[in-house]
């Protein structure tokens, strides 16, 4: 029997808490970084058509929107805890790293696949929908290292810090 008392603390904050944070931090903040961004162009003084172009068609836009989102995010995780006053560590459950993780995360990387096939397979039938579209992600392929590495940046690396 063991006398660690980790396993059983009580939680730092509730289910509803937790849920609304999320749904802030997640939902509420993408429009809330879209009009920071979309500020950018009447200060700078471009005329509408530019400002349209920029924020539509600009990477450089897009990466923007995506970092100010990530950092909203942050910081709503950040005041979060900071008034749960629960250490990072213990929030994001950082431990040492066991075997038994190892083999969680293959199990659940499985689970997932199957369930997004299955979910492809079975949505055409039930729904009217193109699983076939290709998806727009803001960056267009093959148009140069600084785009690249923007893409790489907004897709790859920001969000799953902030997801983590």
């Known amino acids: 029997m063991s006398d660690d008392s980790s396993e059983h603390a009580k ?10 944070t999320t749904l802030v931090a997640v939902v509420l903040m993408q429009p809330i970084a879209a009009l920071l961004v979309s500020l950018y162009p009447p200060i700078a003084g ?3 058509d ?11 836009a897009n ?3 995506i970092l100010v989102f990530e950092l909203l995010s942050l910081a709503v995780l950040w005041i979060f805890l900071h008034h749960k006053r629960v ?8 431990n040492r790293v066991r ?14 696949m199957g369930i997004a096939l299955f979910a492809l397979a ?11 579209q290709e998806q727009a992600i803001g960056f267009e392929p093959g148009s ?21």
Do not use: C, H, N, Q
């Open 87 to 94: 250490a990072f560590r213990l929030a994001t459950a950082l």
């Open 122 to 132: 079975a949505l055409p039938i039930v729904f009217p929908i193109d699983v076939d």
């Open 63 to 65: 990466f923007v929107t």
């Open 144 to 164: 140069g290292t600084l785009k690249l590495a923007m893409a790489f940046m907004g897709l790859v690396v920001l969000p799953p810090i902030v997801e983590e």
């Open 99 to 112: 075997w038994r993780d190892l083999g969680y995360a293959v199990l659940g990387f499985l689970a997932y």
């Open 11 to 20: 939680p730092a904050w509730s289910i509803p808490a937790g849920l609304i």
């Open 46 to 48: 471009w005329s509408s």
């Open 50 to 60: 530019r400002a349209e172009e920029w924020l539509f068609d600009s990477p450089v």
